[in-house]
Nanobody
Framework: QVQLVESGGGLVQPGGSLRLSCAAS???????????YRWYRQAPGKERELVAG???????NYADSVKGRFSIARDNAKNTAYLQMNSLKPEDTAVYYC??????????WGQGTQVTVSS
């Protein structure tokens, strides 16, 4: 089983940047079977939505609302995924969750990290 720990959230002004990290731990086989890292977010009163995803070979996808502003990356040697968020807007305010999806179809979730964009 994979455990995920997010970090890097906080309060930032509109137009600012933050980088979120998602560190994975667990057995060697479970780590090596992470097919996708995905970042989701959930704002108050809204459903959780997919923000970005990256496959093991580096293929990426993004929600339309963050294209051109956010960038997802992964370092397989460090068992870590990142979400670089630039040009942040108040509507990006949410709890951001990291998800690891295995080749076996299993999902692991982090505890979430709060991102607040406000002046």
């Amino acid at each position: 089983q994979v455990q995920l720990v997010e970090s890097g959230g906080g309060l930032v002004q509109p137009g600012g940047s933050l980088r979120l990290s998602c560190a994975a731990s667990g057995t060697i086989s479970s780590i090596n079977n992470i097919a996708w890292y995905r970042w989701y977010r959930q704002a108050p009163g809204k459903e959780r939505e997919l923000v970005a995803g990256i496959s093991r070979d580096g293929s990426t996808n993004y929600a339309d609302s963050v294209k051109g502003r956010f960038s997802i990356a992964r370092d397989n040697a460090k068992n870590t995924a990142y979400l670089q968020m630039n040009s942040l807007k108040p509507e990006d305010t949410a709890v951001y969750y990291c998800n690891a999806h295995s080749f076996w179809g299993e999902d692991a979730w982090g505890q979430g990290t709060q991102v607040t964009v406000s002046s």
